[in-house]
């Protein structure tokens, strides 16, 4: 057998033997040192001199040297510290009475709850099965289909390896050299509107067809008022910003209430009129966030960085010579005078360089920036506007529940992201923000007890040492079947097809498609995707863009049977009478709607591409 037809033969061990149940990573390395072997024996040489032992020390030195693999362990830490800390109940219950008017509720909070858990945790094992435990009863018992509350908690806590930060982006960082803040930057919209299709379909299907999502009785979507704030609407206002508000300023008869058999304190006004204040302050907060990053940020505090080509401008045509010619010249022009006054004239040519030298013209936002800059701000002043003015108490309480269940781990995860987006730090440092951040919510909540805080040290250790072994692995097995020739046989049989680069995409694609029913995403991205990257520039694809479609692709694989994680994940916490296959048919509209978002993505490419080109250039 040649050596290309061994390299296929091991390509195609690698997926029987993955789904007979062995170990990913241990089955690489393994197959990569058996066929490996054979590619460097040389006859009559020792075994114990083979190559193939010097390339597995260096392909394992290589993954544990790997800068972009350092944040891993850190995200990772961030996920087990915020599943462990049970902070996730308050959160839905929140949710859900927001959206109580919505069709199909129960189902757009679960939605709600597993895309922004799913961001903050990135573990979709964890997301299915704590909302499992949490919505599936509620839905059922509400009445909802059985497809309809099986497939939105399966879809919606997929979306946590897609949507930012994710250890998935850094993988496949790592495996095509890409920058990991570009990859997060595309990766943002892509994930916002996979979710917003989701959404869009579970209410759409609610409303064509009301018996899947019954509405709930009016006991189940009353909103509690406190007591002392029915007291304080009467006293003061029905209106509770304007309430709130006076009991500040003339707070006698607010103090004359009473909570809990106590009299209500001046620290508890102030705290409720934050509550009340909290959507003034995040519609300032992004209003002053875009007007710096775009008017006051670009604009230079220094002289032009030196590593910008310098150039002195001629009285020529304005055309422009080298800084060293006009130095030469001047040397020529000046060989008669004295050697005394050379160092003053490079000096003052130097100086005349300094003044006239080419910088970046710093030209400021776009006149329309200001235009559309001004309609938003109008449109966030009529909205706040209205809000407050139609304000009453079950909106304030439940604008109170929203501030204290889900805002310290919005703030926590827009922190996270704004500064790897940003440049303030790189992933590795905002992994550790994001890590003790987890820490300091879960202590705050007091629900993270020395037991769990172990077991989410020996989760992250575990996940951990999964993903190093799996990457020397792949970078053995990787190096195996290029040398071999796989590699190169595989290339020239996609170039001898004569492809279009939309028909490799669609081929690409569609390969990891039908990859994702029987392996997970872990394998496609460590063995698989990196026998499509170097095919990408001969084809002039974007590989930030092909990375990012790669992504959405693979949320299919944790929706697609016979190895569907999700789907056995909800399975475990179900109830007896809920079966797999009606598990499996909730997922399939899902399937559908990510293939639809890859289609949409490929002929709107600044969907994915526009805030990494904006926030970095191209």
């Given amino acids: 057998m040649s050596d290309p037809a061994l390299g296929l033969l091991m390509l195609g061990l690698i997926v029987v033997v993955i789904m007979l149940g062995f170990p990913t990573a241990f089955t690489l390395m393994g197959l990569g040192m058996f066929f490996g072997f054979f590619a460097y024996y040389r006859a009559g040489e020792s075994w114990a001199d083979n190559h193939i032992f010097d390339l597995m020390v260096q392909r394992t030195y290589g993954a544990m040297t790997n800068d972009v693999l350092i944040s891993i362990p850190l995200f990772v830490l961030m996920g087990y510290v915020m599943e462990r800390g049970a902070l996730v109940d308050k959160m839905f219950y929140s949710i859900q009475l927001a959206f109580r008017r919505v069709p199909a509720s129960l189902a757009v909070a679960t939605l709600i709850v597993c895309t922004f858990w799913g961001i903050a945790s990135g573990l979709v094992g964890a997301v299915v099965v704590l909302m499992g435990v949490i919505a599936f009863n509620p839905m059922l018992k509400a009445g909802y289909d059985v497809k309809l509350a099986s497939g939105v908690i399966t ?16 993988v496949y960082a790592a495996v095509a050299g890409q920058s990991v803040v570009k990859l997060y930057a595309a990766a943002m919209f892509p994930g916002f509107f996979l979710a917003f299709l989701y959404l869009v379909y579970i209410i759409g299907w609610a409303l064509l067809n009301p018996k899947i999502a019954p509405k709930l009785p009016e006991s189940e979507t009353r909103v ?3 007591p002392w704030i029915s007291d304080l609407q009467q006293a003061y206002s029905h209106k509770m910003l304007p309430a709130l508000l006076t009991a500040t300023v003339a707070p006698a008869r607010a103090m004359a209430l009473t909570m809990d058999g106590a009299r209500i304190s001046y620290g508890t006004i102030l705290k409720n009129l934050g509550f009340a204040l909290v959507p ?10 875009a007007w710096w990053y775009v008017v006051i940020h670009p604009q230079p505090d220094a002289p032009a960085p030196a590593a910008i080509t310098e150039r002195v401008q001629t009285g020529d045509a304005g055309k422009t010579e080298p800084v060293e010619e006009k130095l030469e010249e001047l040397g020529s022009s000046q060989s008669g005078s004295s050697q005394e006054s050379e160092p003053e004239q490079l000096q003052q040519m130097g100086n005349a360089e300094l003044q006239t030298s080419t910088a970046p013209a710093y030209v400021g936002p776009s006149p329309e920036f200001y235009t559309y800059f001004a309609f938003t701000a109008a449109i966030i002043a009529l909205m706040l506007f209205y809000y407050y003015w139609t304000m009453g108490a079950e909106q304030f309480e439940v604008l109170r529940l929203l501030t204290s269940s889900v805002m310290p781990l919005g703030i926590l995860t827009a922190v996270v992201l704004a500064v790897i987006l940003l440049g303030i730090t790189t992933a590795t440092e905002s992994a550790a923000v994001g890590a003790a951040g987890a820490f300091l919510l879960a202590f705050q909540a007091r629900t993270l007890d020395w037991k769990r805080t172990k077991e989410a040290v020996f989760l992250t250790a575990k996940t951990t040492s999964m993903v190093c072994w799996l990457f020397v692995g792949s970078a053995l097995f990787s190096a195996v079947f290029a040398i071999l020739g796989g590699q190169a046989l595989l290339e020239s049989w996609v170039l001898s097809l004569n492809l279009t680069p939309l028909q490799f995409m669609i081929l690409s694609q569609a390969i990891i498609f039908i990859l994702g029913w029987p392996l997970e995403w872990t394998e496609i991205i460590v063995i698989f995707v990196p026998i499509f990257l170097p095919m990408l520039k001969h084809f002039g694809i974007d590989p930030i863009l092909w990375g990012v479609l790669v992504f959405v692709n693979l949320q299919a694989a944790f929706l697609s049977p016979p190895v569907a994680m999700s789907a056995f994940y909800l399975k475990g916490v179900a109830p007896k009478h809920v079966t797999l296959n009606q598990i ?6 899902y399937m559908a709607i990510v293939i639809i978002c890859m289609v949409l993505m490929y002929i709107w490419p600044g969907l994915t591409l526009w805030l990494p080109n904006y926030l970095y250039g191209n």
């Fill in 155 to 170: 879809a919606g806590g997929t979306l946590g390896i897609l949507i930012p930060p994710s250890v998935m982006i850094i």
């Fill in 224 to 226: 509690p008022v406190r």
């Fill in 280 to 289: 003034l302050i995040l519609a300032l907060s992004t209003l002053w966030a």
């Fill in 584 to 589: 499996f048919a909730g997922m399939m509209p």
